[in-house]
């Protein structure tokens, strides 16, 4: 089951077994209005690549007063091993893609870190390795510090840490970080939380990272560098591979809304339609009922809709429009040698289940949406098939070049 770390301030309503039997029995009826009224399958693909709204709820961890993990007792989605796997579907019959020769967005290049980039990660790996100095009895809070406080409220206390020049964090809004600048141990005041909860904080321990020595980048790194220019080399070398990450990020989401728009959908199979609309509402129901409220409350104070009918609609055009969006680029992927099969497919998908901390492959899916999940897939596969095509051709001028330098040296 997937894991949920439980803000005290706000534990989770259990959801008993009967509630989503409940909800199960439920989904017919809101099943059959769903579409009543618009096509499931259309002849034509109307203009729906556009942006998907996306409503998923994210995987919120949350403190709770002993400061340990708490497992739901039963998963507020267990209606997805009634419904079965998910139908597959040959891309190829429902879109007309676009070819390679039509893509015009260029491959990203390296680019070299600057020294406050540098320092700034450095800062950042001895404060998150331990290698810190304890500065709370004689010091005031700094920009990079690692702050521990307090946090008191009618149903109890708990503790929590963060880091000062983070821009997010989970719980503690930024305007309350910045007023805590020039503050020192034992600083209290009262506030709200980030979910509404109001609380009195106080300052318990302040960390600051050491300054950094041959002896400190030996112990932080465990032996790994004995000299400090050893070791800010070693970090550069990160900085540089994340921000070549970031631009690989940008290329990927540029290169799949560059296929997408370029790419048509003829109609889409109806099975599978079926299938993610059946998923959507149930979850909704399922959110609904965590909620403790009726499903018209819950769309309606909770999602903004005015109706069932409008919740429907729109419920219609943003799972045709993700379906749209996911066939195009398994149809490009397919044609550029790269789309998964099935077992390709699952491997990835438990390894992003991991990778943002669920229980299962399952809970991730069915939380995060099975569609959305493989078109970041598709598109991370894309991007790299092209990545590497680019990286061959400059391989391969680089050794042209040096093999035209070294002819002229001959013939010189």
């Not at 989770?12 to 059959?32: E, K």
């Not at 020769?101 to 020294?115: C, G, H, N, R």
């Not at 965590?290 to 809709?305: A, D, P, R």
Request: aromatic residues 8%; charged residues 35%; glycine residues 6%.
């Amino acid at each position: 089951m997937r894991k949920r770390i439980v803000l005290l301030f706000s534990l989770l309503a259990a959801i008993s077994g009967a509630a989503f039997i409940a909800a199960a029995v439920c989904f017919n009826s809101a099943h059959n209005s769903l579409w009543h009224g618009y096509d499931v399958v259309s002849d034509t693909y109307k203009d729906e690549t556009e942006s998907t709204t996306e409503s998923s709820s994210e995987n919120t961890k949350q403190i709770s007063l002993s400061g340990e993990t708490e497992k739901d007792s039963e998963s507020p989605y267990n209606f997805v091993s009634e419904l079965g796997a998910r139908p597959s579907y040959d891309a190829g019959k429902f879109v007309k893609v676009c070819g390679l020769d039509e893509i015009t967005v260029k491959a990203p290049e390296p680019s070299q870190p600057s020294d406050e980039e540098v320092d700034e990660k450095i800062r950042d790996f001895l404060l998150k390795n331990g290698c810190t100095d304890d500065v709370s009895d004689d010091s005031e809070i700094e920009d990079g510090d690692m702050v521990s406080v307090k946090l008191s409220s009618s149903d109890g206390s708990a503790s929590w840490s963060f880091m000062m020049d983070e821009t997010e964090d989970k719980y503690i809004p930024q305007s309350l970080k910045r007023s805590l600048l020039r503050k020192q141990k034992g600083y209290s005041t009262k506030t709200t939380l980030k979910d509404g909860t109001k609380i009195s904080l106080s300052v318990s321990k302040i960390l600051r990272a050491k300054e950094l020595t041959d002896d400190v980048a030996s112990e932080c790194s465990h032996g790994g560098y004995k000299t400090k220019e050893e070791f800010k080399k070693y970090i550069k070398s990160i900085v540089r591979a994340e921000k070549y990450e970031e631009k690989r990020g940008a290329f990927s989401d540029a290169l799949a809304d560059e296929i997408i728009k370029k790419s048509t959908t003829v109609h889409f199979p109806v099975d599978v339609l079926k299938y993610d609309e059946s998923i959507a509402i149930l979850k909704t129901k399922a959110d609904a009922e965590i909620s403790k409220k009726s499903f018209k409350k819950y769309i309606k104070e909770n999602l903004g809709f005015a109706d069932e009918d409008a919740f429907y609609k729109s419920e219609d055009e943003n799972i045709k429009t993700a379906l749209s969006q996911e066939m195009i680029l398994a149809a490009f992927a397919k044609e550029a040698g790269v789309l998964p099969d099935a077992s390709e497919f699952a491997a990835l998908e438990t390894a992003k289940a991991t990778d943002a901390g669920y229980a299962s492959r399952e809970d991730y899916l069915t939380d995060k949406g099975e569609g959305k999940i493989r078109k970041e897939i598709l598109k991370e596969q894309i991007a790299e098939a092209l990545l590497d095509t680019d990286d061959e051709k400059d391989e391969s001028t680089e050794a042209e070049t040096e093999s035209g330098t070294e002819n002229a040296r001959e013939g010189g």
